[in-house]
Nanobody, 127 residues
Framework: QVQLVESGGGFVQSGGSLRLSCAVS????????MGWFRQAPGKEREFVAAISRSGRNIRYSVPVKGRFTMSRDAKSMAYLEMHSLEPEDTAVYYC?????????????????????WGHGTQVTVSS
């Protein structure tokens, strides 16, 4: 049974920082591209970041680039370091696993469809 469990969300003031973690089990972690998505109230879920199997190729969405850093370890964890948080970052953040891709490759943005999802962790940024 595949499980992705996010943690680290919370309430923070504008300009603050948070670190999200995603614990993965039930699949071969090293086989999967990992990603973070978010969904704000009343909006569609949107892409935040994705990291290749090697950890060397990382893609960020424009709103978070330069403020967020995604990483992964060799075993089963993915992370999202978030700095200079803004009220516009308020959302439920979801960890996503898959698909399989080349070691340093990421799927094209237009064709990035994760296979597995976590249940999400709430991030609230006050002004």
């Amino acid at each position: 049974q595949v499980q992705l469990v996010e943690s680290g969300g919370g309430f923070v003031q504008s300009g603050g920082s948070l670190r999200l973690s995603c614990a993965v089990s039930g699949l071969t972690f090293s086989d999967k591209v990992m990603g973070w998505f978010r969904q704000a109230p009343g909006k569609e879920r949107e892409f935040v970041a994705a990291i290749s199997r090697s950890g060397r190729n990382i893609r960020y969405s424009v709103p978070v680039k330069g403020r967020f850093t995604m990483s992964r370890d060799a075993k089963s964890m993915a992370y999202l370091e978030m700095h200079s948080l803004e009220p516009e970052d308020t959302a439920v953040y979801y960890c996503a696993a898959g698909p399989f891709s080349g070691w340093d490759r990421l799927p094209p943005s237009s064709d990035y469809n994760p296979e597995y999802w976590g249940h999400g962790t709430q991030v609230t940024v006050s002004s």
